[in-house]
């Protein structure tokens, strides 16, 4: 009865997770872990009932368990006494083929189980390969390997299996030998411990395998054999030439055995292109992984595998991932400068295999794989931003695991930091304050004159902030945060507390000034029209109201001024809207933006025209244009702003953590003070029966919980209005009085009072960050807009992509050029050109913030310092180099 309960119990679980079924390749999603914990509990319990009716059910046997790593069907594989479970699985579509993350095959879970029937039901699925590889070990070598006096039972019923199933024994490990070498080996003292099952064993196998005791190992098998195992008949048998034959002399000392064997593989099948080709190219990868560069010239250079075998992408990526630098530069030789090549060579994220294969205790110089990512850099093919499938660039590996050697020498090669993932993570998220400061830095130059001549220029080198030009150029999509935003990585870290101190950086600050000059003629061009509206709409509603204030002709212009206006704020919503979906509605800016628009339009169409949505569009109106002010670009005005947000959040806060105590004195002072219960008191003293109380007594006197609970928040401000509040000569009264007077005006209000005293001399202490900062938020709002714009085709010139390098001289007015070379590459020798940008508002475009040139030539002088200190100290080191060589002279 228990058993049938839980069943019904159990199918019930699986009807409603029926709900959760999904497609068997998404083996992964949360939607398939009900039916895997089915799985797996009724083969902990041994219920093959319930594993067969959760496979009935939709359970997906190829998914994998978050807990152990393994799927359900490598689990059963590896549980001795499971073939029963593995035939089921295998009847509801188990992969049978499913590498694990670490190699293995379920071939190899099933030999560990060391039970024969497990292996004979998962055989019966004529797909598998019995001789699937495992750290270059066949099944038949993980059991020859740990075979001993306690399991050689179970262990030669599986030899029986696999022998049966057609494993093949002629196969070497990574030490040239075959299984049947690796038990012989290791059966050296078999009679002194008494095991007479290995004789029993190896007579087995030499009579019923095809066994070649003398092709591995200058035929060492067969004079172990002779030796450990005396006066047993070995058969003859010569090993034909196949792949696994010829993977056996991939060694360094064996070239001449390769060669040899190499042409007599090639006479075989010679008949046979096709296999011949996929013979090879199994090879040529089998060669790269062993580090054989000897074999992989052999296989490339004489012909012996086709170019159209030779998967160069695919094999520069296995390069990278073993570590085999030379190989890898081998390789690179043998592909030129076409697109085509540059395509193959960029085909798979070369810099982010070598770098994942890392270990943190062998980032040095003599890492094999660090020397393959200087190979790499070194190569003007390769571009570093190349990504994997998720979107990761080497730059987010390096940065991850804490290479600093690597992301040094990635960021001297201009990688960028603002590169997103598929989880929009950057690099720049990880790359720690000081490292990217050296970053920085570098990017610093001059052109070696001094620094008082006229022709002294500093460089600015943006390299690393800017978009590689493959993203610069690429078509554009309607998207808001793309990989190739330019700005990305500077917001970052304005919003980075760690991070925010850079953005005073000479080249932060002037990325910052030259991409504020390229968009301001946006910025004062939405500035003016909100503007106009402010001024327009308020006046408007101002004649509206009183008639006589305004006449009848400025009366129209202010309408259509206003109604231009709202127009332009309408259609400007919209773009943003259909251009940022969900995240429009994320900004409470916006919020207030179509409020302010819908309540305009009402108004001024005559749909809602009153005196509440008059006073309600002015209000919208200050609000929109008081934020907007406070965006200009000026360090006092950004600063205000930042104050008055700070200190309206802190307060309001506040108010939400105290609104508890104003609530409950104001429920006092009404059930105390209220207008009814003096009343009633005056009745029944029979005093005063006939006195009115006016409105303005009844505010005064908490006539409702309204007016209680605004008098109490008047209060609060210390404007008590006590005179009118009537104590009656009651004790209590005057205790809940003077209780409020010391808690809210003395301790709350005054306590708010500080904290934004305390916000305001912080953000004083930080006005030009923050101005920075502001600057931009600023310039990245623009940005977007006109990207959206440009994506839509709306308008067709637009800003220009930021320049890569710039130069500034500083003696001659602090002129801003741009450097134009012909491989956009060496800027050397490249001719100067004025920026391209110029605005009436600003008269001074073309040169640099002296500010910025200031921070500039201290980094400079002190670079130089430096390196004048290096020199005078090698210079005494020489010395006193030659001073010892003449004294032992």
């Not at 190699?103 to 598998?128: C, E, K, Q, V, Y």
């Not at 992408?313 to 076409?338: M, Q, W």
């Not at 993203?471 to 990989?483: C, G, W």
Request: charged fraction near 25%; include cysteine; charge should be neutral.
């Amino acid at each position: 009865m228990h058993n049938s309960d839980t069943e019904y119990k159990f199918v019930e679980q699986l009807k409603a997770n029926e709900l959760y079924a999904e497609p068997r390749e998404f083996v992964l999603s949360n939607e398939l872990r009900p039916g895997i914990q089915a799985l797996a509990t009724s083969l902990d319990e041994g219920n093959f009932k319930k594993f067969q009716c959760a496979l009935n059910k939709g359970a997906n046997p190829n998914g994998r368990n978050d807990h152990t790593g393994f799927t359900v069907f490598e689990e059963v594989c590896k549980r001795s006494g499971s073939a029963q479970f593995i035939s089921e699985c295998l009847k509801n579509d188990a992969d049978g083929q499913m590498q694990n993350d670490n190699g293995m095959f379920p071939i190899h879970f099933a030999t560990s189980s060391r039970d024969p029937n497990n292996i004979r039901a998962l055989l019966n699925n004529l797909m598998i390969d019995i001789d699937e590889t495992y750290q270059n070990r066949t099944p038949l070598h993980m059991l020859f390997e740990k075979i001993d006096d306690s399991n050689w039972k179970n262990d030669f019923e599986c030899i029986k299996v696999l022998l049966e199933k057609g494993a093949d024994f002629n196969i070497p490990n990574a030490e040239n030998r075959t299984p049947l070498g690796v038990f012989v080996i290791s059966s050296k003292n078999w009679k002194t411990n008494s095991e007479f099952w290995r004789k029993e064993i190896l007579e087995y196998c030499l009579k019923n395998a095809r066994v070649d005791v003398d092709k591995s190992r200058n035929e060492e098998l067969r004079k172990k054999i002779d030796e450990y195992f005396p006066d047993t008949e070995i058969p003859s048998y010569t090993m034909e030439i196949n792949r696994d034959v010829l993977k056996s002399p991939l060694k360094p000392d064996r070239d001449a055995k390769f060669d040899v064997d190499v042409k007599l593989y090639k006479d075989k099948h010679k008949n046979d292109k096709r296999a011949w080709e996929q013979e090879m190219r199994e090879l040529v990868k089998t060669a790269v992984k062993s580090g054989t560069l000897a074999s992989v010239k052999k296989l490339v250079e004489d012909g012996s595998v086709p170019d159209s075998a030779l998967e160069l992408s695919a094999l520069l990526g296995t390069c990278c991932s073993y570590g085999n630098c030379d190989i890898l530069e081998y390789l690179l030789s043998k592909l030129g400068n076409t697109e085509n090549d540059i395509e193959q060579i960029n085909k798979q994220p070369l810099l982010s295999l070598a770098i994942k294969e890392m270990k943190i205790s062998k980032n040095k110089g003599n890492c094999p794989f660090v020397q393959c990512v200087k190979c790499l850099l070194a190569d003007k093919r390769i571009k570093v931003d190349t990504a994997d499938s998720k979107g990761f660039s080497a730059l987010h590996f390096a940065v991850k695991y804490k290479f600093d050697e690597v992301v040094d020498l990635l960021l001297e090669h201009s990688a960028y930091i603002g590169k997103q993932n598929m989880f929009k993570e950057m690099p720049i998220c990880d790359i720690s304050p000081e490292t990217l400061e050296t970053f920085l830095d570098s990017r610093l130059t001059t052109n070696e004159k001094r620094p008082e001549d006229d022709d002294y220029e500093i460089k600015i080198d943006f390299s690393g902030l800017v978009p590689p030009k493959s993203e610069q150029n690429s078509e554009p999509t309607i998207t808001v945060n793309r990989s190739a935003d330019e700005m990305l990585p500077i917001v970052y870290m304005s919003k980075s507390s760690d991070l925010k101190h850079l953005l005073k950086h000479p080249v932060i600050s002037s990325f910052v000034l030259i991409k504020w000059q390229q968009l301001i003629r946006y910025f004062y061009f939405n500035f003016l029209i909100c503007t106009l509206l402010f001024i327009s709409l308020t006046w408007y509603v101002v004649g509206w109201s009183r008639p006589d204030a305004v006449d009848g002709y400025l009366k129209k212009l202010l309408f259509w001024t206003a109604l231009i206006c709202t127009t332009y704020m309408l259609v400007r919503e919209i773009l943003q809207m259909i251009l940022y979906k969900m995240m429009y509605l994320k900004s409470m800016a916006n919020w207030t933006e179509m409020a302010l628009i819908l309540t305009s339009a009402a108004f001024l169409l005559g749909f809602l025209k009153n005196e509440v949505i008059s006073a309600v569009v002015i209000l919208l109106s200050a609000v929109e244009f008081t934020v907007l002010v406070g965006t200009l670009p000026i360090l006092s005005i950004s600063t205000h702003m930042v104050m008055l947000k700070t200190v309206s959040k802190n307060f309001i806060k506040c108010i939400v953590l105290y609104c508890a105590i104003l609530i409950s004195f104001a429920m006092c002072f009404y059930t105390s003070f209220n207008v009814s219960t003096l009343e009633n008191n005056q009745n029944k003293t029979n005093t005063n029966s006939s006195a009115k109380i006016d409105n303005s007594s009844k505010f005064n006197q908490f006539a409702d919980i309204g007016t209680s609970l605004l008098k109490t928040l008047v209060m609060l401000t210390g404007e008590f209005g006590a005179a009118d509040i009537t104590f009656d000569s009651n004790s209590s009264r005057y205790l809940i009085f003077v209780l409020f007077i010391f808690f809210v005006p003395i301790v709350i209000f005054n306590l708010i009072n500080g904290l934004a005293v305390s916000d305001i001399v912080a953000i004083k202490a930080e006005a030009e960050l923050i101005g920075l900062s502001q600057k931009v938020d600023v310039i990245y709002q623009t940005y977007l807009f006109e990207n959206a714009l440009k994506t839509l085709d709306i308008i067709g010139y637009l800003s220009r992509n930021m320049l890569h390098i710039v130069k500034i001289t500083p003696n001659t007015s602090n002129e801003i050029h741009s450097s134009v070379s012909s491989n956009n590459d060496d800027v050397e020798g490249s001719h100067k050109k004025k920026l391209p940008f110029r605005c009436c508002s600003l008269p001074s475009v073309y040169r640099m913030d002296g500010k910025i040139l200031k921070y500039a030539k201290e980094i400079l002088s002190k670079r130089n310092r430096k390196s004048k200190s290096m020199e005078l100290r090698l210079t005494e080191i020489e010395r006193g180099v030659q001073a010892i060589l003449a004294h032992l002279k």
